[in-house]
């Protein structure tokens, strides 16, 4: 879907929300104990921009979407609207590791699958060990 889709923000939300949180809950305990929560909420946040992405082609309605969504997930988290202008401006440059992660996010979107944040796990797992 792009620009015209029907849902509304809290739609978008909801669904965005249950998605992440499915395919956290599917991460092997191994994955879960190995990759901090800061980590964690790095890759999911990156992953919902490319689910949003996937959900409309409007870059201003992405930006909101993904500021609603820090704020109602992560109320502690600060400067959110700094956050997601970052993350824009990281989807215009060149960066393999958030251009999978969205990749990842755009496809959980598309085909409803829950393995993808399975991926960004052992990603995240790779990098972190090679650094």
């Known amino acids: 879907m792009t620009s015209g889709t029907s849902k509304t923000d ?3 939300y909801e669904l965005a929300s249950r998605t992440a949180d499915a395919q956290r809950a599917n991460l092997p305990e191994w994955q879960r104990k190995q990759i901090s929560d800061d980590e964690m909420q790095i890759g999911e946040t990156w992953f919902v921009w490319g689910f949003y992405c996937a959900m409309t ?22 400067h959110s ?22 990749a990842a996010g755009r496809q959980a979107y598309r085909e409803g699958g829950d393995g993808h944040l399975t991926g960004i796990a ?3 797992l790779n990098v972190i060990r090679n650094h």
Not at 59 to 78: A, C, G, W
Not at 84 to 100: P, S, Y
Request: proline share 2%.
């Open 10 to 12: 809290s739609e978008a």
């Open 57 to 78: 082609d409007d870059i201003d309605r992405r930006k909101r979407l993904l500021v609603n969504y820090l704020n109602t997930k992560y109320p502690d988290v600060k």
């Open 122 to 124: 052992t990603i995240f």
């Open 81 to 102: 609207q700094r956050i997601v202008d970052d993350i824009a401006k990281t989807a215009d440059e060149e960066n393999r590791l958030f251009d999978a992660i969205a």
